[in-house]
């Protein structure tokens, strides 16, 4: 049974191939447009899901849509009535959108791939059914508490709900307009980056400050309620009706204008991040109890945009009762694809048992055949080493080296993270690697930290961790002894934050942030055979199986997709190795490319 997921029309669209239950294949439309966050249908995706399984549009026993949209579109009704005339032309505009998604998407399916057949083809699943179900079928549970967490889908910003064998129960929601996805996005709005993108760079800021405003948002901007839930007091928003997050009012509170993206950064950013930070904590583990105190399991999977603050994730077991935890690595509005055809599979098959062994490497891969043509035909020096330890030590021995090494290799992860197939690799020992990495290569916030990859089986050498993190959706904390005791907080001026970024902090500065901590990925042969070889060979050089673990692109841009992308991000960076599968490329040899101006002047920073 051949079942095609779909999520679009809001951010990071995708599509996903489920073949009797198995996650077969998924992707980020971002990755072939290359257009961040990309919305629109996902007409490459589903192409790439199709080829890749040697299927036809006529071959799928269904295609499922990752959200109701005549629930949709009650909800923007309903805003748009209780909402006065003066925002008139804002709610016309959401309805009139609306409306066009919901005629377009099976029109437009047709267009492109033909006729679908019967009309029962295309179906539809609600939106937090999808994250729930994206959470719990691929999870290793044979049942679990499930708790999602995002902006809105139709109606819903949190669910709590069962998830076993033969389905999924959900208990208890919070509706719209009282979010925490859309309240940790106001934040970010106001503290200058940008909604549905930059909620990760709020949350790498937050250490760095206090939570002194953390009192005023539960005074002022927030309601708990006995039950563990909450709600938003909507006069400090604006969400509902403009384009806008907060209001005035919201504003005037935090005694300013929002800051302007781009500009310097305030000890208030950085203050209301941490404050932020904390309380979205707080909200997590309040539900978590509630939670608790519905299904009394010791197992929790999350889904939901909110679910990729991994900050609060590490922290979920020493702060509820939940012992067993497991995080969809595609936890925002990407991952509901796989979610919403996933629980259509179990709904016509509720008594099959789950395919539960999930990997994220469901993307596209390119062989050594193709590879090589195309750097013949572009005339790059290159090397081919055939054998994967020699390959493994020659990575690992340029590392020590100090050199920044880009790394492609089998298929494209699906979700926001680079895990070792799309990556960029470096030395963690390197004082200065954290700098170089931000401004010479990647162009980002200097501030931003880096996560580190660790061998499985010396993770609690290193961490205080005493799980596993393939994914890199945990936060744990340094081990005391590779610490350098100082409080790094801004106490003072804000002017000392790039001081505190560069200063030495552990005995692996560049991905220790500034509270000693670090989102890490574990790693084992099976899941990673090849990082898991170079960590190794790491290790034996120097001691240390721990290495730098960064997306392969730059600021602005999705991960690369394709081997020519791979190249091209190499050229314009001040990466020092390029692997292509078993193809390596040193920056000194490729002279042709290095002096042309064409190459160098391709990227321009938005």
Known sequence: MNILGISCFYHDSSASLISDGKVVTACQEERFTRQKHDPSIPINSINFCLNYADLEMRDLDAVVFYENPALKFHRVLANAV???QKHNKFNIDTLLNTVRQKLSLSDDLRKCFGRLGKSDKLN???????HAASAFFPSPFEKSAILCVDGVGEWNTT?????????????????YPHSLGLLYSAFTSFCGFK????????????PYGCPIYSEIIENEILTFHKDGSFSLNLDYFSFMHSENMVSQKFCSLFEGDPRTPESRITRREIDLASSIQAVTEKIIFKLLYRLYDLTKIENLVLSGGVALNCVCNGKIRSNSPFKNIWVQPASGDAGTSIGASLYYYHKIKPNRIPTKYYSSLLGPSYDNDLIEKYLIQENCVFEEIPCELKLSNLIAS???????????????????RALGCRSILGDPRNSRMQSKLNLKIKFRESFRPFAPIVLESHAQDYF??????PYMLMVAPLKEHLRIKEDLRIKEDTDDLLEKVNQLRSKLPAITHVDYSARLQTVNKHQYPR??????SFLEITGCPVLINTSFNVRNEPIVCTPEEAFICFMRTDMDMLILNNFVLHKEDQKEFVNNQYWMNQYILD
């Not at 669910?159 to 509706?175: E, K, Q």
């Not at 205080?464 to 993190?469: A, E, I, P, Q, Y």
């Open 82 to 84: 209780l909402n006065d």
């Open 124 to 130: 539809f699943v609600n939106h937090h059914v999808s």
């Open 159 to 175: 669910s709590l709900g069962l998830g076993a064998y033969g389905g999924l129960t959900i208990y208890d929601t919070i509706d």
């Open 195 to 206: 909604v549905n993108s930059g909620e990760y760079k709020l949350m790498g800021l937050a």
């Open 398 to 416: 340029n590392i020590c080296q100090g050199k920044v090494i880009g790394h492609f290799n089998g298929r494209m992860e699906f979700g926001p």
């Open 464 to 469: 205080n961790f005493d799980s596993v993190s």
């Open 531 to 536: 990082l898991f070889n170079i960590l190794n």
